[in-house]
């Protein structure tokens, strides 16, 4: 990997960097599309790349019980197999250790699945991890970590930060004798849960181990935590202030636009979520002003795209929200014209935020932005708190501006609008 800080903005600890993998060059910051399956779904490859996507990300544990590392290695790696000729990251299967926790059990060795299509026991040990990753061939790898969820409070959150720091050396020594480290860079995975002395903990040894890996992810978060306590982004906050200027950051698991840009002011260069394809195939459309609901009854007869502005093949091809309204739930075509707007959303919104670093005027994006997208809903609280920490504020020279707490996200569902 060639890791190089572009600019900086001089407000935020937003920064654009080029990074160079193996199989291309990706801008940061950036959002990487899932492909669990090694597939975004209702999407083939071309079409994937047309939209100007060039780092995916599939998923370890999925590859490994299907199609399953004998086949990977015959073909010769998930690029091959899914036809994917740009960056692939593959995350380390820790992150089931939490969605499928009642099929696992965690042992100092690793943690033992059972398959949840056939119950057949699996162990996944930091070798077995890296190993699998070796022979799907991402561009970056991760390390298996101890994940707890977020919500977890206790000894159990301690002993998963201490044994992720254990497991990372495990996965740097099995690594290392691979002969692979010159194409695939392996990233360490910052745990702690939401305990700020742990994450220190965590963050002060694995800064030790600095010229043994390629980055640096915050895990853990993103599962349920409340952000209205502004626990959240001060973790981010914790994590990227400390994390080394020459390697990039990735936040794992955050999705939604006002995270993202958050995120990005605290530091962050990478993020991945299902988000914009999940909710894609829910008939939510993202735009600039909002999450819009192709399914409300209001749509059924508005002939104008989803956003005039933007060039994915639905808007540009000239599809109609009433078109979509009729398909979405009818036909898959609805969801995979969707899903293509929302991969272009998150592309642009983060293109957006590299050239305004790169202008020096990132500031006014993030106020454009949120003045934008929240209208006259009121801003989330935690957004404003975040922002002002890095010296933004959204409500300056704004008259009756609202803050409102929680998330913000509140968009109303209900097809009876």
Known sequence: MQFEVLAKCPTTRARVSRMKLHHGTAMLPTFMPVATQAAIKGLTPQQVESLGVNLILNNTYHLNLRPGIDVLKEIGGAHRFQGWPHNLLTDSGGFQLVSLSKFTKITEEGALFASPFTGEPTMLTPEESISIQHS??????MQLDDVVSSLTVGPRVGEAMWRTIRWLDRCIDHHLKSGKADVQN????????????????????????????????????????????????????????????????????????EDLLVCVALGVDMADCVFPTRTARFGVALTFKGPLNIRLSKYAADLSPID??????????????????????????????????????????????????MNGTFPEYLKRFFANYFGDRGYPE????????????????????????????????????
């Open 136 to 141: 799907i061939g991402a561009d970056i790898i």
């Open 308 to 357: 005039e502005t933007c060039p994915c093949p639905t808007c540009a091809g000239g599809m109609s929200k009433a078109m979509l309204h009729h398909t979405v739930t009818l036909e898959t075509a609805g969801a995979h014209a969707l899903t293509q707007h929302n991969i272009v959303f998150q592309a642009r919104l983060m293109g957006g935020a590299r050239d305004a670093i």
């Open 186 to 257: 392996l990233f360490a995975i910052v745990q702690g849960g939401l305990d700020p002395d742990l994450r220190d903990q965590c963050l002060e040894e694995m800064i030790k181990r600095k010229d043994k890996v390629a980055g640096y992810a915050i895990g853990g978060l993103s599962g349920g935590e409340e952000k209205d306590t502004d626990v959240f982004w001060r973790m981010i906050k914790q994590c990227a202030d400390k994390l080394p200027e020459d390697r990039p950051r990735y936040s794992m698991g955050i999705g939604f636009a």
């Open 382 to 417: 935690w957004c404003v708190n975040a922002l002002r920490s890095v010296g933004v504020d959204l409500l300056e020279n704004i008259e009756h501006a609202e803050v409102i707490p929680g998330d913000g996200a509140k968009w109303e569902y209900s097809d009876k609008a």
